[in-house]
Structures are given as structure tokens and as C-alpha cells.
């Protein structure tokens, strides 16, 4: 995800740790570990298992958070990097302009 450089600027100051808590865990991985356990409910389930067995199941919610975690961590991880490199290549971009007082970028 790309922010606007006011939204990412919010995002930094709070931190990596809540980066990666709302906008990786809970942003990210909640939708994908929910389309998952459709997925196994539907596509991997014992033909024995009612709904109400498969959703009722420990295995189940441990499957659901692990996919949640991994799934947003990593997820939240590129996302912060990606947006660090995005950030970083324009303050690069605007101290040229600013320093020579012309735009570089130009041939």
C-alpha cells in the first residue's frame, strides 16, 4: 500500500510495532485468514464435520490466527519497507532540487 506523504509521516510516528499490528495483522492478514477458513471449510473439511464442528475446533482458530499473523507480518513488513524506499527516494529527490537551486532531473 502507498500512503500520501501526510499519512505516511502519521504512520512512522506511531511506529513499526503499530504498522504492523493495524495495517499487516489486521488490515491485511483478518481478510485473508477469513477467506481461508472458507476456503478449508468448503474445500478441506472432513465430510464427517458440520459447520458447526469445523468452526467449533481449536485446530480451526489456530489456523485462523496463525494465518492472520504470518500473512499480515510479512505482508506489513514489505509494505513498511516499500514505503520507507518511497520516502526516502523523494527527500532524496526534493534536497537535489533544493540544494543546486534547479531541478536535476532534467536533462
Known amino acids: ?6 499519512a505516511w509521516i502519521q504512520k512512522r510516528k506511531r511506529g513499526l510495532a503499530s504498522f504492523l499490528f493495524f495495517d499487516g495483522i489486521l488490515l491485511l492478514g483478518g481478510p485473508f485468514a477469513l477467506i481461508m477458513q472458507f476456503v478449508g471449510y ?19 482458530w489456530m489456523t485462523f490466527f496463525g494465518h492472520a499473523t ?7 513488513l514489505i509494505n513498511w ?3 520507507e ?13 533544493s540544494t543546486d537551486g534547479k531541478d536535476n532531473l532534467d536533462p
Open 1 to 6: 500500500m502507498k500512503y500520501s506523504d501526510d
Open 42 to 60: 468448503f474445500v478441506l473439511r472432513d465430510s464427517s464435520q458440520t459447520f458447526s464442528d469445523y468452526f467449533g475446533s481449536s485446530v480451526t
Open 70 to 76: 504470518l500473512f499480515g507480518l510479512i505482508l506489513g
Open 81 to 83: 519497507f516499500g514505503n
Open 85 to 97: 524506499k518511497a520516502s526516502r527516494a523523494k527527500a532524496s529527490a526534493a534536497s537535489q532540487i
